[in-house]
């Protein structure tokens, strides 16, 4: 199962998508949220596992360019959730109060979790995962200075999309006790999905 995910995912990378899109996932909250024993949309451990193998396996491929690799994980993160997505509770916390987004990284919590992370991976693939990470944060930043957005609320969105990404890769990579006790607010500055045009 392992390996097929990390196939569909290469292949998915290989169709292509803008450089801006390939470090924007809104959904990678989702999975933050969903990694606490409390979650209203329970995750099984073997997905999660899944999840983190693939995205071990995806950064120790050295042949992979930043952009391609962004997009394979982002897939990674997709296949994680796609079981649950038309789920009754998940369209249920869509909708509801605890539904939040990531609108600001904590430079310092992030380096924190990187530095754990880094006890179980390769140099390679530290290497490319902070190459990823950096990458999300030049294109987020880019974005923010140059794009005109048509309201607060899409610039939210669009923002919240590069940090929901950069939470959700550094996840698939904490050990299992430590994904389960985090919160997005680990992460940085959180506001409700609404305020990001997230609804149902």
Do not use: H
């Not at 491929?61 to 649950?84: F, G, H, M, T, Y």
């Not at 990458?135 to 309201?151: E, G, P, T, V």
């Amino acid at each position: 199962m392992i390996y097929r995910l990390v196939l569909f995912a290469l292949c998915a990378a290989s169709l292509g998508g803008t450089p801006a899109l390939a470090f924007k996932n809104i959904e990678g909250c989702d999975l933050v949220a969903f990694a606490a024993p409390s979650s209203p949309v329970p995750i099984p451990e073997e997905r999660w596992q899944a999840y983190r193998d693939a995205a071990k396996a995806l950064l120790g491929d050295a042949s992979q360019d930043v952009r391609s690799l962004a997009l394979a994980l982002i897939d990674a993160q997709a296949n994680l959730l796609a079981p649950d997505k038309e789920s009754q509770a998940y369209q249920d916390y869509l909708g509801g109060d605890s539904c939040r987004s990531l609108t600001k990284l904590n430079n310092a919590a992030i380096e924190t979790l990187l530095g754990e992370v880094s006890q179980s991976l390769s140099g390679e693939a530290m290497t490319a995962l902070r190459q990823v990470v950096d990458a999300a944060l030049r294109q987020m930043d880019n974005l923010d200075r140059s794009a005109r957005f048509r309201s607060v609320q899409d610039r939210t969105l669009a923002l919240a999309s590069y940090n929901c990404f950069v939470a959700a890769t550094i996840l698939a990579l904490l050990p299992p006790e430590k994904r389960a006790s985090l919160t997005l607010a680990d992460f940085g500055d959180t506001a409700p999905c609404k305020d990001a045009g997230r609804t149902g």
